[in-house]
């Protein structure tokens, strides 16, 4: 399965010929029942058009939030059993869907926008996709609609998020008095992952489709882990590494200064990009966009000792987000120093690793971020946040019963004193606790040990 690219490319083209714009709407409300979504801009209508044909959007948009095989998909849908399946498998194919096995038959998921099938459309070069009108268009909205893409994906002062920065490790060593958890270790991560492979970083394909040859970083730099690297080498999007091979990687990421952005749990993680403020559209969010006091960190923060800074100026040249300036000192005497903007220090390491003199480190920050213990705790803690939590308990959308208990059940979250008490860190932690066991016997239980 998998292998071959050679599919039916009307697809493509659909958009061109004029389509139902009201299928789109659909799949966007449908995409919008996850925590993180997209705006419901005509550009991005134009982006989904693309990368979904008519009958693909209407699928997708029927698809329930949680696994299924072909035949419940065909019921929701109104398709044909047989058309449906070669369609399932076509779409994930092209990284649109995820789909997992279970006693020999596959089981599908819409994946979500970001990260997910907006990043997997670019993640490989995939001659059944339009790559270049897609990048085309996504250069649109990101230059043209970035405040709408951001306030979709991060939220407004949303404490939860789908990624984080993990700090280079040779930085800590220093740090010995602070325990660093093995999820803040990324020679961890990778031991730990039962497999990895590698992508290409979504923002510097598009911007080399577009003919912006923004940086000389490769392409081909970003790690799929666990289940997510065995899903995409069965669709050839990207190859397996070995361990070893991953580790080497790694190495020559951070010997070139490029960020590291995991997702954002402590158990089983899918992905871990590695990103610069030339190309990567995450890392400039945060020093072009101010309003969303997003905290997307690593769980430490750069230092300087003074008595073996040189004021040579390489850390601020290396930080990739500008958060280090070199200021006077006019006392004892006049020295040039570095001086670091905690407010925005994403705790990554490269100014560390960038200082010959060992004069920059990383110490634990006072107030560690919120990693959430599994994808499920991550999902369901940002739906809470961001008033999605019904959408989050009752995922299938074609259900008309679940739509009467989905109004009752946000009515009740969105109760100010209920939201309250459930965004408490020790009362979420106990529900979602409970949430956690109750899914693992659910018809979906088998999924949940992948995941």
Not at 22 to 45: E, G, M, W
Not at 104 to 128: D, K, M, Q, R, V
Request: aromatic share 8%; glycine share 4%.
């Amino acid at each position: 399965m998998g292998g071959s690219h050679h599919h039916d490319h009307s697809h493509s083209h659909d958009h061109q010929h004029g389509h139902d714009s009201k299928t789109y709407d659909h799949l966007l409300n449908r995409i919008d029942a996850n925590a993180v979504s997209l705006p419901k801009t005509p550009l991005v209508k134009k982006a989904l058009s693309v990368l979904f044909s008519q009958e693909e959007a209407k699928l997708a948009s029927k698809m329930p939030g949680e696994f299924a095989n072909a035949a419940k998909v065909s019921k929701l849908a109104g398709i044909p059993l047989e058309k449906t399946k070669k369609m399932l498998e076509n779409m994930a194919d092209r990284g649109l869907l995820f789909d997992l096995y279970r006693y020999s038959e596959p089981h599908y998921l819409l994946l979500p926008a970001i990260p997910g099938f907006i990043e997997f459309s670019l993640a490989t070069e995939n001659p059944a996709i339009p790559q270049k009108e897609m990048a085309a268009i996504w250069k649109q909205i990101r230059e043209n609609e970035h405040h709408a893409l951001f306030t979709s994906l991060f939220g407004i002062n949303q404490e939860t998020q789908f990624g984080r920065i993990i700090s280079y490790e040779d930085t800590l060593k220093q740090n010995a008095e602070h325990e660093v958890c093995s999820y803040d270790r990324v020679s961890e991560v990778i031991e730990e992952a039962r497999a990895v492979g590698v992508v290409y970083c979504h923002c510097r394909h598009e911007r080399k489709l577009n003919g912006e040859e923004v940086c000389s970083h490769p392409l081909e730099v970003c790690i799929t882990l666990g289940i997510t690297a065995d899903v995409f080498s069965r669709h050839n999007i990207g190859r397996k590494l070995d361990k070893a091979a991953a580790r080497e990687l790694l190495a020559q990421t951070e010997e070139m200064g490029l960020v590291h952005m995991l997702d954002n749990v402590q158990s089983k993680p899918a992905f871990m990009c590695n990103c610069c403020s030339c190309a990567c559209d995450m890392v400039r969010s945060f020093y072009e966009v101010s309003p969303f006091n997003t905290v997307m960190t690593s769980n430490f923060i750069a230092q300087v000792q003074v008595d073996k800074c040189t004021a040579c100026g390489r850390c601020a040249r290396a930080c990739p987000i500008g958060a280090i300036t070199l200021k006077k000192n006019l006392s004892p005497k006049v020295v040039l120093y570095p001086e670091i903007e905690e407010s925005i220090c994403f705790g990554c390491g490269v100014c560390a690793k960038a200082c010959k003199e060992e004069a920059l480190y990383l110490v634990a920050r006072k107030q560690r971020l919120i990693t959430p213990e599994t994808a499920f705790h991550r999902m369901a803690l940002t739906a809470l946040e961001r008033g999605k939590f019904q959408d989050f308990l009752l995922a299938n959308p074609s259900n008309l019963t679940q739509k009467g208990a989905k109004v009752m059940i946000k009515s009740f979250l969105n109760f100010p004193l209920t939201k309250k008490i459930l965004l408490q860190k020790e009362v979420n932690s106990r529900f979602l606790n409970v949430l956690f066991e109750a899914a693992k016997k659910s018809d979906m239980g088998w999924a949940m040990e992948w995941l």
